[in-house]
């Protein structure tokens, strides 16, 4: 129904991997294959498209994740020409998600895969023999390997959060060992994710925090492999695997840009398996906040998955266009609304306007008020449109100038900040981190690649400074941001 917008695969296909047992399908018995949905806009997204990954189990009998994928890449699809929210997403995300990567598990309702534990069973602070047993397991590790995730969540149930790393052995159980030199940047998104998703029921809202504070430590589990095996030879990321069905040497050595995705783990719900009476309703799924008649472990668990794909890179969008004059006179005042998202807080945001042709980095040729910190989430809500007021000015203009208006944003400063609290442990490490924070920053994997940039802009609104009205249009081309005021 979708086929430039959706591909379907199995990790057997792709990789060439086992399936783990035999599951029946309208009556017949076939091999547990591993779904695969890739969700992306074909004709729009590049090398840089950012990537987000999604696990909705792996443990088989935590059945709300596998639900709440299926749902937001139904919902998403199906928004896809009426939203432009959806369409957003879409067209410039790639969204990796796998509904049951415990395809047997999931089958029989138990929570291992062939009495193995796929989430003890990564290549992280785990023996070399112990690790990569499981066709779960290694259809991620043959994802991680071929694509360059920068968000992640892996659903599971049995509890009520949302934690990051550090979650192993290595790092327990001080706050001076869980803390992870991204702490900064994972509990600001966290905590956008959680007022967003709302609360529910008694649950109220999810709890938020490292894995080794909130909850208990692991070996070889998969939020400190996705988010630390490329860089952090400490957890043995690199350990040579002694896999199941011949997935053995050389499966696990990574290089330094596969493993530095901030991946979550999304402990849905106290059962594991909730009454229907709480799954919710469509309806109420893109409702910020939660709380709204007909919510559930469904919607919210939906919204989560939505809000993380949003906020994988900022972005910065004009919502007046069609009503910003196509006309002015020098000293003209006109109004330009603006908005942002895949951000936590826009630390400043400059209108500039530029003679058309004008080569990147010319002065401006119109006076506008910059904003500072602004709150790009309220009350599980993204903020309203702001506005900001520019004036023309006189140097340089004439009859029939055609002036190009852009909003720049720089945003989350304080994620790679020299002044966060987590400083001593160095740098940030994760793609999320680094892509918003530092200009020099570049990774690649497999012909994707992520670049660091600090300023991000919108589309142009055009303005002719006298003559015939024109329309206002939009222009796909993009140009350097300008350098900051003194």
Same mark, same amino acid.
């Given at each position: 129904q979708?086929?430039?917008?959706?591909?379907?695969? /199995? $990790?057997?296909?792709?990789? *060439? %991997?086992? &399936?783990?047992?035999?599951?029946?399908?309208?009556?017949?018995?076939?091999?547990?294959?591993?779904?695969?949905?890739? =969700?992306?806009?074909?004709?729009?997204i590049s090398a840089s498209t950012p990537e987000v990954f999604l696990s909705g189990e792996l443990h088989g009998n935590e059945r709300i994740g596998p639900t709440a994928t299926v749902e937001f890449a139904t919902l998403l699809l199906n928004m896809y020409k009426s939203d432009a929210w959806a369409r957003r997403l879409l067209d410039t995300r790639v969204? $990796?998600?796998?509904? /049951?990567? *415990?395809?047997?598990?999931?089958?029989?309702? /138990?929570?291992?895969e062939l009495g193995i534990d796929p989430n003890r069973d990564f290549a992280w602070d785990q023996s070399a023999s112990q690790c990569m047993q499981t066709v779960?397991?290694?259809?991620?590790?043959? %994802?991680?390997?071929?694509? %360059?995730?920068?968000?992640s969540? $892996?659903? @599971? #149930?049995?509890? @009520?959060m949302i934690s990051y790393p550090w979650g192993d052995n290595i790092h327990c159980c001080t706050p001076d060992k869980y803390t992870s030199a991204d702490n900064t940047g994972m509990a600001a998104l966290t905590e956008v994710m959680r007022d967003f998703v709302g609360k529910f029921d008694s649950d109220g809202n999810y709890q938020i925090g490292p894995l080794n504070k909130i909850i208990y430590p692991v070996a070889g589990g998969m939020e400190d492999w996705a988010y630390a095996a490329s860089w952090d030879p400490t957890g043995q990321g690199?350990?040579?695997?002694?896999?199941?069905? #011949?997935? #053995?040497?050389?499966k696990t050595a990574y290089n330094n840009a596969t493993h530095r995705a901030i991946n979550l783990l999304v402990e849905t719900a106290f059962a594991k398996t909730p009454r229907s009476s709480t799954l919710g309703k469509e309806k109420t799924v893109l409702h910020g906040g939660g709380g709204h008649s007909g919510d559930g472990h469904i919607p919210r668990n939906v919204? =989560?998955?939505w809000i993380l794909a949003d906020m994988v890179q900022p972005w910065v969008h004009i919502t007046n266009l069609d009503t910003i004059p196509t006309h002015a006179t020098v000293g003209t005042e006109v109004e330009v609304l603006w908005e942002a998202g895949g951000a936590v807080v826009v630390n400043e945001a400059r209108v500039e306007c530029l003679k058309h042709g004008a080569a990147p980095g010319s002065p401006s040729v119109c006076t506008a008020t910059p904003t500072f910190n602004h709150k790009v989430w309220m009350g599980g809500k993204r903020a309203g449109p702001i506005a900001t007021k520019l004036v023309l000015d006189g140097a340089g203009l004439a009859n029939g100038d055609v002036i190009e208006i852009r909003v720049h944003v720089r945003v989350d400063e304080a994620f790679g900040s020299s002044s966060r609290a987590e400083v001593a442990k160095g740098l940030p490490q994760s793609h999320f981190v680094r892509a918003r924070t530092d200009p020099s920053y570049m990774a690649s994997n497999n012909g994707q690649s992520v670049r660091g940039q600090v300023w991000w802009e919108t589309e142009e609104a055009t303005l002719h400074v006298t003559g015939r009205r &024109?329309?206002? $249009?939009?222009?796909?081309?993009? &140009?350097p941001a300008p350098a900051p005021a003194p």
């Open positions: 979708y086929p430039k917008l959706l591909e379907v695969y /199995t $990790t057997q296909q792709r990789f *060439n %991997l086992r &399936s783990a047992g035999e599951c029946e399908v309208a009556g017949q018995k076939q091999p547990c294959y591993v779904y695969v949905m890739r =969700l992306g806009n074909q004709a729009k969204i $990796t998600i796998v509904p /049951t990567a *415990n395809a047997i598990g999931y089958y029989s309702n /138990t929570r291992e779960a397991a290694q259809s991620i590790n043959e %994802l991680w390997k071929a694509n %360059l995730f920068q968000l969540a $892996t659903f @599971h #149930g049995g509890d @009520h690199n350990v040579n695997c002694n896999g199941a069905y #011949g997935y #053995g040497p050389g919204r =989560l998955c &024109s329309r206002v $249009t939009l222009s796909p081309r993009a &140009s």
